[in-house]
């Protein structure tokens, strides 16, 4: 199953909006950062690890990653997907990108119709 940002966003706001602290999910999404790093550091043998699942601990822990941020974004009203594709078309002319995320996802939507 797929699931959309919207979808998430409504999701997490109507899961956090009876008592989701700001703070509290910015504090849950520092840990689940420093999660990702330990686990990008053993992936790097900068750490041990004994016959671990570091591909789906890497997957699992983005995930909480994702899961913060958005819910954070989600209980201040802000619309991540227009974030995300607004943002994108700024880098996209900074760092002189070919393609911005909206004529990227444009043209793959495009050729899923002509396919």
Do not use: P, W
């Given at each position: 199953?797929?699931?959309?940002?919207?979808?998430?966003?409504?999701?997490?706001?109507d899961?956090?909006?009876?008592?989701?602290?700001?703070?509290?999910?910015f504090?849950?999404?520092?840990?689940?950062?420093?999660?990702?790093?330990?686990?990008?550091?053993?992936?790097?043998?900068?750490?041990?690890?004994?016959?671990?699942?570091?591909?789906?601990?890497?997957?699992d822990?983005?995930?909480?990653?994702?899961?913060y941020?958005?819910a954070?974004?989600?209980?201040?009203?802000i619309?991540?997907?227009?974030?995300?594709?607004?943002k994108?078309?700024r880098?996209?002319?900074?760092?002189?990108?070919?393609?911005n995320?909206?004529?990227?996802?444009?043209?793959?939507?495009?050729?899923r119709?002509?396919g």
């Amino acid at each position: 199953m797929k699931v959309t940002i919207d979808e998430l966003e409504a999701y997490l706001l109507d899961h956090y909006s009876h008592g989701g602290i700001d703070q509290s999910l910015f504090m849950k999404l520092v840990e689940e950062i420093g999660e990702v790093a330990e686990v990008l550091n053993k992936k790097a043998g900068r750490k041990a690890s004994c016959n671990e699942d570091l591909q789906g601990q890497l997957g699992d822990e983005l995930a909480d990653v994702v899961h913060y941020a958005i819910a954070i974004a989600a209980l201040n009203g802000i619309d991540m997907t227009e974030r995300i594709i607004e943002k994108d078309k700024r880098a996209s002319i900074k760092y002189g990108h070919r393609v911005n995320l909206e004529q990227f996802l444009l043209k793959r939507r495009e050729n899923r119709l002509d396919g």
